[in-house]
């Protein structure tokens, strides 16, 4: 009995001093007698939590890590290095992170370089690295296999040896003339004036050119594709080489036949850069210099010839503004307006399911979309507009039936564009604003919305009591809602602008909120803060409620709200 209790006593003491142990030695260590982990091979801290490895100048590590791990390793970089790198190689699917940090280790809240290693290789590069130990970790954001490599440069040491193309400077290329690039590897053609270079480039290849402008004029770059499947995007920048990113004019349409056109460019040397957005085959050609110059740019409807526009066939006006035949649906047509300019189509969708009017802007700029039923529209003159600052959008004309409807593009700022036209059974303006259901093609308003898209809010008024505070942006509407006493009655609605003149439009519609088209009466003066409607009601058998809507006139003196009060007064007969 006694070696029994001598031999549990040794175990419960030998089980004491493994709880002793910080963590119990995180599973990769030993808990000595005295209380202290001894760790396995790669592993430190006090409770052998830490897994940190020593790797050397060229050399690769193949690891494991677990989701939500930490592995670090130490790298010794010596005096006088240029270039510090760590390449990390992930192995089987997973997501592992890339932190490095001097002198102490890299948690996902304190590092000096990140790659959170979206793809299957990611490194980071520390240029001049300061002398002593920097730590690389890599944190198992999924748990996976992976390698990882630590590369440390000294002396002139250049991307792909500067391509045989230029000289290494350090860590730089200096390229040679007609070569570009981070590694000089890619060539730089000269575009001169008014004649053409046929090329082809890959998928995700760039095909560079430059060309020099000496007096300040128009350049206009024309591309013309020769692969059926192929698409190709143009961008120009000024005393630098373009990008997906930096640049100062593009064209990315899809369109096999695209000119890029820039108005009174300043002197300098300008890169132009093909991208490949599928592989294809073209012709270029740069125009500058004395170019002759037409009104408008010839709308890209035609060519400029003695400063007169020669119209492509089915375009007609002076700068080709006009497509004479009707828009055939579905199709894209390329435009372009400058400033305080138009370009005018039509279409007869001879449908009852709702128009489409799309336009997306190419190079910047700003255009603005006019539609109305029977002829040209104009700034003061629509049935539907979007003078918005988005570069891609969209009208929609509800039931435009048999009527011919005619869409006018002005440049509020000079812009180049496409435009197509469609119908839609299910499209409703503005997706009725997320203040309404689209429904069969109408906007089912939200309570306390009104308009063709909900967009404007619904307010009540009360007979004979003003409404103050409110306020109006230009060309936006608010709407209020008003119900005459009895069937036959005088209605009164007056608005006073509080600090501008005539800076509101006031109209008065029975039974639905009004548009600038649609209305019962208006007030639409200029010279006065005062508005007002008055006319006599007859509701009876009919809708006795009236909509007033307040708009901030398109010629408002100021892009702030315009403040008003309203009253609307019914009186008993």
């Known amino acids: 009995m006694n070696r029994i209790f001598v031999a549990a006593l040794l175990l419960a003491l030998a089980a004491l001093a493994a709880a002793d142990c910080p963590g119990g030695c995180s599973n990769h260590g030993n808990c000595a007698s005295s209380g202290v982990c001894q760790c396995n091979t790669y592993y430190t801290g006090t409770d052998c939590s830490i897994y940190e490895r020593t790797v050397s100048n060229g050399q690769t590590v193949s690891n494991s890590v677990a989701n939500h791990e ?7 970089v010596p005096t006088g290095a240029d270039e510090l790198t760590v390449h990390v190689h992930q192995k089987t699917p997973g997501d592992a992170d890339l932190y490095l940090k001097q002198g102490s280790y890299p948690r996902r809240d304190s590092y000096d370089q990140v790659d959170l290693g979206r793809g299957d290789d990611f490194e980071l590069s520390q240029i001049s690295p300061e002398q002593g130990v920097w730590y690389a970790g890599v944190y198992g954001f999924f748990g996976c296999d992976y390698d990882i490599s630590v590369t440390i440069q000294s002396g002139d040491h250049c991307p792909n040896d500067c391509s045989g193309h230029g000289r290494c400077q350090g860590l730089e290329c200096t390229c040679n003339d007609g070569w570009v690039g981070e590694d000089c590897s890619s060539a730089v053609k000269h575009l001169v004036s008014q004649q053409s270079m046929s090329e082809s480039v890959a998928q995700a290849e760039w095909k560079y050119y430059y060309l020099d402008i000496t007096n300040e004029n128009e350049l206009r770059i024309i591309v013309n594709e020769t692969t059926e499947a192929g698409d190709s995007d143009i961008y120009v920048r000024k005393d630098s080489m373009p990008s997906l990113w930096e640049f100062d004019y593009r064209d990315s349409s899809i369109q096999h036949n695209y000119q890029l056109t820039v108005d009174g460019v300043s002197r300098g040397t300008y890169f132009v850069g093909i991208y490949g957005y599928r592989a294809t085959s073209y012709r270029i050609e740069a125009q500058y210099g004395a ?32 497509l004479d035949a009707a828009m055939t649906l579905d199709k894209w047509y390329p435009g ?29 700029g700003d255009c603005d979309l006019y539609v109305k039923a029977g002829s040209p529209p104009s700034r003061f003159d629509y049935e539907a507009r979007d003078v918005s600052f988005d570069q891609e959008f969209e009208l929609v004309v509800e039931n435009p039936q048999d009527q011919t409807w005619y869409i006018g593009v002005f440049g509020y700022q000079q812009c180049q564009y496409q435009i197509r036209s469609h119908t839609s059974a299910s499209a409703c303006p503005n997706s009725c604003s997320h203040h309404g259901q689209c429904v069969s093609g109408r906007c089912d308003c939200q309570s306390g919305w009104a308009g063709i898209d909900c967009a404007a809010p619904l307010h009540h008024l009360s007979n004979g009591v003003p409404r103050t505070g409110d306020a109006v ?3 936006h509407w608010q709407y209020y809602k008003f119900e005459v006493v009895q069937d036959s009655s ?4 007056e608005v006073l602008e509080t600090n501008t003149i005539g800076n509101i439009w006031l109209y008065v519609n029975q039974g639905a909120p009004p548009t600038l088209s649609d209305y019962t009466d208006s007030s639409t003066d200029m010279d006065t803060p005062n ?24 010629l408002a003196s100021s892009s702030s709200p315009i403040a008003y009060t309203v009253i609307a007064y019914s009186p008993p007969l």
């Open 291 to 322: 170019l002759e110059v037409c009104e408008n740019r010839c709308s890209d409807h035609g060519e400029c010839s003695g400063r007169v526009c020669s119209c492509m066939a089915g375009y007609s006006g002076e700068s080709c503004e006009n």
């Open 490 to 493: 005088y209605l009164t609605v």
């Open 336 to 364: 372009f307006v400058r400033d305080n300019s138009w370009n005018y189509y039509h279409v007869a969708p001879a449908s009852a399911d709702n128009l489409v009017v799309s336009v997306r802007q190419q190079s910047g």
């Open 473 to 475: 942006g230009m060309n």
């Open 531 to 554: 508005h007002a409607v008055y006319f006599r009601t007859n509701a009876a058998g009919q809708d006795a409620n009236y909509y007033v809507g307040v708009y901030g006139s398109p």
């Open 70 to 76: 930490w592995q670090f390793y130490a790298i010794t």
